[in-house]
């Protein structure tokens, strides 16, 4: 181990490199391996901590996905089918469990390719699927006084 560092020594070196137009020597990265075939990183394409190349069309679809998410999740209080029991009610389940999937999809690409806007996007769009599907199923399991059918008659 070395004796204590000499503060104003090297503040010293720093204020005459400054002086002089130079700024001090940084530490330089270790190189990432590049696949053959694979394009090197540029300015224009951001790395996020995963390793993951963020281009525009990434950008893109996850906001494709997000907005998709949204129209779907706004689309379910408008079922154009009768939901009280049977077929449709398992079939208005399976939507509100897509819209689900599609949330959870949204706020992971958002994630990767470190989107904000978007993952919370998919997190409303994933507490809508959930309220949803929580509202048919409250009204069948006499939770709330209300007892509605699985099945129809």
């Known amino acids: 181990m070395t004796g204590p560092r000499d503060w104003d ?4 070196e720093i204020d005459k490199l400054l002086a002089k137009g130079t700024a001090p020597a940084a530490p330089s990265a270790p190189a990432l391996p590049v696949r053959p075939g694979e394009p090197r990183p540029t300015a224009s394409l ?13 950008i893109a679809g996850v906001w494709v996905q997000a907005l998709l998410g949204v129209a779907a999740a706004a689309a379910l209080p408008f079922w154009p089918y009768a939901k009280s029991c049977g077929t449709m009610l398992y079939l208005y389940l399976l939507a509100t469990f897509a819209v689900i999937v599609v949330g959870i999809w949204t706020m992971r ?13 998919g997190l ?9 599907a929580t509202v048919e ?3 069948r399991t006499n939770v709330v006084g209300v007892r509605l059918l699985w099945a129809c008659p």
């Open 124 to 132: 409303l769009v994933m507490l809508a699927g959930l309220a949803f």
């Open 109 to 121: 690409n958002a994630w990767t390719h470190r989107r904000g806007v978007a993952h919370i996007a």
């Open 137 to 139: 199923i409250i009204q």
């Open 46 to 58: 951001a790395k996020s901590a995963t390793g993951i190349v963020t281009r525009g069309h990434h």
């Open 9 to 12: 020594k090297e503040m010293a």
